[in-house]
């Protein structure tokens, strides 16, 4: 099992900056594929970025030279950096966590954090 804790979600005005972190626990963390997710209310989750166990990372285009994803093995964390946030990044923040082989989009995780809430006002 492996437990994660996102955290850094809150209000900022649009052209703003905040960092998301989420801290997991339960296995081998240097071996783990992490993804950001994303939903806003009434819409689907969506994808926003991975991050390989290698350090290799994937974003969506909505967010690509904004969002910056990374992590720090020795914490047992990741980080999302977003810059330049818009009112449509509202949404609540979830990171996710896979052992399984995957890269970029393609990754199905296994494992959820409870979220954290980013609201953009304009």
């Known amino acids: 099992q492996v437990q994660l804790v996102e955290s850094g979600g809150g209000l900022v005005q649009a052209g703003g900056s905040l960092r998301l972190s989420c801290a997991a626990s339960?296995?081998?963390?240097?071996?783990?594929?992490m993804g950001w997710f994303r939903q806003a209310p009434g819409k689907e989750r969506e994808f926003v970025a991975a991050?390989?166990?290698?350090?290799?990372?994937y974003s969506a285009d909505s967010v690509k030279g904004r969002f910056t994803f990374s992590r720090d093995n020795a914490k047992n964390t990741v980080y999302l950096q977003m810059n330049s946030l818009k009112p449509e990044d509202t949404a609540v923040y979830y990171c996710?966590?896979?052992?399984?082989?995957?890269?970029?989009?393609?990754?199905?995780?296994?494992?959820w954090g409870q979220g954290t809430q980013v609201t953009v006002s304009s």
């Open positions: 996710a966590a896979t052992y399984k082989f995957c890269s970029g989009d393609g990754c199905t995780y296994d494992y």
């Open positions: 339960g296995r081998t963390f240097s071996r783990v594929n």
């Open positions: 991050i390989s166990w290698s350090g290799g990372t």
